[in-house]
């Protein structure tokens, strides 16, 4: 793997428009992210956070606008075998659906293996390598419907990083665990960003991680504003959220945000 | 007596194309399940009635005119949803109702109330000729191929389409090429019981492996080994107490199905 230059762009995306069912939900949006940034995405429900990801991973298309990751359109760099890892917001559809861990992260290597092909030795390598980098592998042969919510985001940040990809891209990876599970999965991405020298995007909703870990923050409601270091302003998070914003402090750093609606 | 009834060539060609049927119908019905397309099932095979009646009218073989139908209506449901803002089970809903009712105007048309449109609503196995088996054996081999060259695929697919997507997996060629595997199974199993019971066979062999088996391969062995047993078992039964074959295929299915709810969480708590 091709370790990032700096300053290379990873992401670029020059004058997006997404619409969906007439209404707008990405406005003129233009970002550039450079390689080896860890980067969060921030913004209230319905903002256009997941489809920003989907855009960049060409899941979405946009009526209007360009998207260039790694120098190439997603749609071409997917039929590569792809070089972005994605952890979606809903990773497991079906609970019930007979599948081992390890079947779960090998899922991760298909794209690359290419049809007509069986999975080699090195394939089961990497997946051990994996399952060891998020301290899993003792979950190897279990189901994954009967593993707990932290353990499940854990094997698919694995399958992500099976893809062995220069980008990762986690949708909101936090959002069913308790506050300690939380800041693991935090802080594992952060070890994970240094070792594989990885691009890191990360939905999150909790402000304070978002402050603390990463290098540059996105706030986004349809229009983005990027911030290149926190800490981030009451009044740009208030004119994201579109309401007031109060911090909790806890220490030095922003805990919590409560909306408080004049309405 | 048993021997004599192996020695009937009419109830071998039964029993040879009951098991290729249905061994078809086990390995596809896992895929069925997980993938929750019983209702698919269900919409295809109401419409193949329009084309088997298509076929009476222009004296062709139903066969192909049934695969026809099938196949139409599958994509159609498929193009309704993904390019349309119809609702899945919407669009199923209404492209089933209006291909059998497409089918009972043109057997109207048709005057063919000679024809074994009984047997095509609900099987006859036992009046399968030798160019019939065939039509199974070419059928079976060709799916069986498809499944196994795509297999990882079709599981990724399964466990997490937008995933594989994203994983370069070619997922729309792959959402159509198992419909089009569906729309031929489908076709052929209703030789064995009949276009109102065929989703009978594509969802619950799947269904009673979902209760026993805790691994993805193990469920398409049981799967396929509850298709296939009902299908000898129920076939033979039928045949000893005179009771129509593919009710009895399909009844013992439900058997099986209800027994090993009862099993199920007593497996699959160690």
Redesign the interface.
Known sequence: MKAPEIGETAIKLEGVWVNFNGAVILEDVNLSIEAGRYVGILGPNGAGKSTLLKVI???IRPQRGRVQVLGQSPEKL?????A?G?L?QR????P?????VA??VL??R????G??K??RREDRELVRRRLEDLSISHLANR?IGDLSGGEQQRVFIA?ALC?DPRILILDEPTVSLDACAQDDIFELVHTLREKLNLTVLIVSHDIGAVARHMDDVVCINRRIHVHQRPPIGRLSLESTFGCAVEYLFHGEIPHRVVKTHDD | MMTDLFALGFLQRALAAAILVSLLCGVLSTFVVLRRMAFIGVGISHSAFGGVALGFLLGIDPLWTGIGFALMVALLIEYAQTRTAVEEDTAIGIFFAASMALGLVFLHLSRAYNVDVFGFLFGNILAIDTRQLWQILVVTVAVLAVILTFFKEIVFLSFDEEMAWVNGVPVKALRYLFLVLMALVVIITIYLVGIILVSALLVIPGAIAQNLARQLKSMVWVSTGAAVGSAVGGLILSYAIDFPSGATIVLMLALLYLGTSGLRPWLHHR
């Open positions: 991973l060409g899941l997917r039929q590569h075998g792809s972005v994605y979606p990773p497991l559809g079906n019930r659906f007979p599948v081992t079947d779960v899922m991760g298909y794209g690359r293996i049809l007509f069986r999975p189901l399958r893809v």
